[in-house]
């Protein structure tokens, strides 16, 4: 076996370790079964907010994650068949478009968002005040734009944690 097939093996040993000593440690209370997938685990919670600050400010406090972040097309799958399972219909994860609407980027990294699957007729706006993103979960699995403070409109989030 070379040194690298070696090193790529214990390197995945470690990261399904750390996968499981990590879930062990998030209170299965609130939230709702995590995945690993990757260097990243995800989990929604069972607690929803009626802003995304609160959403973000409880993903840090309970396991030390960030509201979901879209990177790539087969991510944005994975978490909306993840958003699915759990049959919740409205799931914070990151994503805004403040400053240039339809444009949507991090609220943590500042960095740009692409979204792959829209929900039909989304992102509208609607009312001019959707500047964050949420999953669809019900089923659905798809992505819309919705308020990010609104009293009348709670969420559930969905939080990732880098395992590297």
């Not at 090193?7 to 062990?24: H, T």
């Not at 991510?75 to 949507?104: C, H, P």
Request: hydrophobic fraction near 35%; charge should be negative; proline fraction near 2%.
């Amino acid at each position: 076996m070379s040194v690298s097939a070696f090193a790529l093996i214990l390197l995945s040993a470690i990261n399904v370790i750390w996968a499981i000593d990590i879930k062990v440690s998030l209170d299965n209370t609130k939230v709702y079964t995590p995945i690993a997938s990757k260097n990243k685990l995800y989990y929604i919670s069972k607690s929803n907010f009626v802003s995304y600050t609160q959403a973000s400010t409880w993903c840090s406090q309970n396991g030390g994650g960030y509201p979901a972040e879209i990177d790539t097309a087969e991510e944005l799958g994975l978490i909306e068949q993840y958003a699915s399972s759990t049959n919740l219909d409205r799931i914070f994860i990151a994503g805004t478009d403040a400053k240039k609407d339809g444009v949507f980027f991090s609220q943590r990294t500042g960095a740009f968002i692409h979204i792959y699957n829209w929900a039909n007729g989304e992102p509208n706006n609607d009312g001019g005040v959707e500047d964050c993103l949420e999953l669809y979960g019900n089923g659905q699995g798809r992505v819309n734009d919705t308020p990010c403070n609104r009293a009348s409109i709670s969420h559930y989030v969905l939080c990732e944690l880098d395992l590297f």
